[in-house]
């Protein structure tokens, strides 16, 4: 029933109280312990439950999720058993109940059938982890003839347009996902987050906004990792301000292309300049967010060249870069800092900019050779990379170490695992502890994260054949030192 779901969140923002729904798997454990933990956490005074079915292929769910849907599926939980225990809730509780689900059990019996099921069980919505707001219009018609609540997913990789889709096709409330990737423990909310759920509280007019996918408590102070700097973007690349910034007017221009990553960036980075006491020139007008495929990019440069910026960031794909940065020289836009994520990481991108454009442009470095890890049989990073040049004849690709070190958790997991089991494999993989090329993968058992080392780069001439070498010009940590020093400001030619 939408109206139970709607007046319980109503209330709550009259109050100006937050709630909580915690999620429950159905039938983990049997379906009468579920009926327990209902009980208790209407005690507990949740003000509403999204109740999990168990479903055979979670894609969504991280490791303890799927670990609790293959046990309630083993219990024999099905959509019928379900309901059941619901219809038996219900009889003496008005606590809100949103089933989540996968499109298949409800596709199979047909949306209306299903949905219509769900509602004279005493549900009051239904969140559909694989059926985008795109996707949605059989779901919406078949919702509201149920007198069911439809929510829909925002996530950070949602742009404005979406999530107002979003938001006016769910009743109840709106779930936005705090964070990419499949469910599990959240260590903080972190500045992406709180500036993430900002941008959807803004969009999201009057409908209460439900933050999902993951709050908890901080890691275990044994991890090595834990509070050191360097395993962000946000510390690794403001090392560079710390040090050079001072040296510039403080004006700031930003650019990313509106895809996945460009979007998640440039929701967070005008934020954080702003916060180092950057000027950010025209972030509110989404100037320099700009489609893939652009290329002109003369209005832009003019405009950044008019507000005399001195610090250029963005993140975008390499071609894209190169274009926008040889129309921004040309028209003498000259800033001091140029710090691009994506488009400089290789080689064969940076090549294909011509004249002397890769000079003194900045950007992460995931990888090293001289990290000392350990590969597979008697492969070392530094092999690695030596087998790299040798087969290509290619400089040094900072790409290699990054992606050779999945295959050595992979290896490891399934070793441990002692089966090919994907089950047994997946839970052998959250409790990896490993050393490999790429320094140490320790993920957290849940969610299947971990933190790598971050390095910043610059491109720099050399003498040698391939001209331009990426150098460690910052690091935050003591295993690798810097390689060159940091060219401040940009020689233009």
Sequence with gaps: MTRRLVERLARLRARGEKGVLPYVTAGDGGLQTTLEVLRGLERAGAAGVELGLPFSDPIADGAALQAAAQRALEAGTTLDRVLGMVRRFRAESELPLVLMTYANPLVRRGLERALGMLADAGLDGVLVVDLPVEEGQELLVAARASSLAPVFFASPTSDDARIRAAARASQGYLYAIGRLGVTGRRTTLDEATLAFLRRVRSLAAELPVAAGFGIATPPPEGDPR????????????????????????????????????????????????????????????????????????????????????????????????????????????QPKIVMVGRAPLFYVDVATWGGNLPQGVGTEIWWDPEYTGPGIGDTTPQSLADRWAEETGEPLNRGIGHGYAPLQVLFDAVERAGTLDKVAINQAMGETNLETVNYLTKFDPETHFSWIPLFVGQWQKTDAEHVWELGITHS??????????????VPYE
């Design 226 to 333: 834990y509070g050191k700097p360097g395993y962000t973007i946000r510390d690794s690349w403001f090392a560079v301000l710390d040090d050079f910034g001072d040296q510039t007017n403080k004006i700031a221009g930003v650019f990313a292309t509106d895809e996945p990553d460009g979007i998640g960036w440039y929701g967070l980075f005008p934020g954080l300049l702003e916060e180092w006491g950057a000027t950010v020139i025209g972030a509110e007008d989404k100037l320099g967010f700009y489609p893939l495929g652009t290329t002109d990019f003369t209005a832009m440069c003019n405009a950044w060249k008019e507000a005399e910026v001195e610090i250029l960031w963005g993140n975008v794909p390499g071609p894209e870069f190169g274009t926008l940065w040889r129309q921004c020289t040309q028209l003498g836009f």
């Design 476 to 489: 935050e940590h003591d295993f690798l030192a810097p390689s060159v020093e940091f060219i401040f400001p």
